[in-house]
């Protein structure tokens, strides 16, 4: 945890203290009808003098972005969920849509966060899976290729096999392990094994294996009949045997046995898919002139820090769902600011909550982003430095109507500490003012360079150009 700095002229201590106190409700001081958040950040900018060089903040809010909803009267869970934070910064700074998802390129979190940290997806991008095994540690010949590896439910109906859960009810991380670990243990070879990860989310490692089938990512398949998608696994008769071992194992695992007792989705079968081989990122110190970190629960995050030479920083309680430990995020980000000038903090509940269909659920993820990130973060960067920008934004919509992810543009706010000191009203962060606004990024390159305030090469801007 940071050191607070003594600050003359400015009781930011206490401040920050009061807030912290009270970060449920609505802090509104009598006198000025103003919120006490804006009026913290106006002293500070009115009283101090810089406090150093200037840090970037990005915050991903993963597929927190949706289409309107009839039930909630024609508009999107972020126009209707409790969020001043992210109110805070579209009035003060700028709003605008940004094209994370490049033409012809599947809608995933690893291709828009890739492009949102700088990176060209159309020229580096191989796959999800061996983004997420970097994030293990896992060293990947030229010949390997890397499958991310889902526990998922099954389900014969009929002459159909339905996608029940692309999660196998967002399994516990210790029975994922026990039951990964029996499946290596009865199929594994030297040439395929499964590393077990968080919950329902592994690596299937192919040593000298084939990268060339179509796949398709279970949370993509929800409620479908999914023969034509689990028939494509024939093309590789190696893969499908390992595969076809892996759900004899399960089906009589007793863990699987308790679960149907209790009434849980049981993990039936695994999924491979989202297959590649290792990629070629650019040190991210190197091509951006920043010293970068990366705080998320989930691997594809990480991967991508490592990747690209970032500090990966883990948070213990992170889980990447509805009860991570969000408050945790922002004080790793604050005491890794001491020393790096950019951290990504990435939550992924109203993702998670999308790829279910709760609505409710997905409300209250944008609330508790909002409450205990994007708040929490204005209360404790002012104990640090009053020399910062916030970029907010999700890295894909997710909407409730298709519960998977959609290639539409992203609303995204950029707040500047020295920059943005005037009100320009009290503007709603969401999809529809994002949209009006004539501040669009055709690339999330673009949307990066324009928010660290630096170029991008002229070849990169070529090709931006050319598409």
Sequence with gaps: MPKKKKQEGVEVEAEVKTQKKGRGKSQVDETTKEPTQTKVLK??????????????????????????????????PLEVAITPGLDFLASYGEVGSCQTIPHGMHPGSDVAIMGLLGYPPEEKYTGRGPIEAYARGIELKPEDVAYRCNLVTLRLEGDELIMEDYSAGHIDTESAIELIEAINRVAGTDKVEIVPGVSYRHILIWRGGSGGLQTYPPHDLIGKNVWFAFQAYDEEPYLKEFILKAIAVLEKHPINQQRKLENKPVANAIWPWGQGRAPDLEPFEEKWGLKGAVISAVDLIKGLGRLAKMTVIDVPGATGYIDTNYEGKV?????????????????????????????????????????????????????????????????????????????????????????????????????????????????????????????????????????
């Design 331 to 467: 004080d790793y980000a604050i005491s890794a600011l001491e020393t790096h000038d950019f951290v990504l903090i990435h939550v992924e509940a109203p993702d998670e909550a999308s790829h279910e269909g709760n609505l409710e659920l997905k409300i209250k993820a944008i609330d508790e982003f909002d409450r205990r990130v994007v708040r929490y973060l204005l209360e404790r960067i002012v104990e640090l430095t009053d020399n910062y920008r916030i970029l907010a934004c999700c890295d894909h919509l997710t909407p409730i109507s298709i519960r998977t992810h959609s290639t539409k543009p992203v609303p995204f706010v950029i707040y500047d500490s020295k920059l943005h000191t005037k009100k320009k009203g009290d503007i709603k962060f969401c999809e529809r003012v994002a949209y009006e606004s004539p501040l669009y990024f055709p690339s999330g390159p673009e949307l990066f360079s324009y928010f660290i305030e630096r170029p991008l090469k002229s070849e990169e801007v070529a090709e931006h150009a050319g598409r």
């Design 43 to 76: 002293k500070k900018r009115e009283k101090l003098e810089p406090t150093g060089p200037r840090k970037y903040i990005m915050l991903i809010g993963d597929g927190m972005g949706d289409f309107m909803i009839k039930e909630l009267g024609w508009k999107t």
